[in-house]
């Protein structure tokens, strides 16, 4: 299910374009920082419009940071530097073809290496 027309009207009527992610993902804050106070604790109104499927496990983790006021400033467009041993972000792939099945899985052909010996069952004493 995608955005709802409610969503699509609020985001048109009071929300501000803050950038995009590579996934197509849209964020957006009130516009004019919205109606908190200087003294207020609470913080300025952030979203995301999701480019299809609505899974929060699709926002990258610089965009989780701004999203949540761990940081304020907005990622970089196409995302933060990265060094050469981090990897690319992954959404959850829990319950999709893509899933990790580790060998002798039951999806995976059920069928697993033999027991080396190193394995001692547990007995009460």
């Known amino acids: 299910m995608g955005t709802t027309i409610g969503t699509r009207l609020f985001t048109w009527l ?3 374009l803050v ?3 590579q996934q197509g993902n849209r964020y957006y804050r009130a516009k004019g920082g919205g109606r908190t106070h200087k003294d207020s604790l609470r913080k300025e109104q952030r979203w ?3 480019n299809g499927e609505v899974e929060a496990s699709r926002v990258p983790p610089d965009w989780h940071a701004w999203l949540h006021h761990t940081t304020d400033q907005v ?3 196409g995302g933060a ?8 972000h992954q959404p959850n792939l829990t319950g999709t073809v893509q899933a990790y099945r580790p060998p002798g ?7 697993r290496d033999r027991a080396t010996g190193d394995y001692e069952p ?3 004493n």
């Open 14 to 16: 009071r929300g501000e």
């Open 19 to 21: 950038g995009s992610d």
């Open 48 to 50: 995301v419009i999701y």
């Open 75 to 77: 990622p970089p467009e």
């Open 81 to 88: 530097a990265r060094q050469p041993w981090q990897k690319e």
């Open 105 to 111: 899985h039951a999806l995976k052909g059920g069928k």
């Open 122 to 124: 547990w007995t009460p």
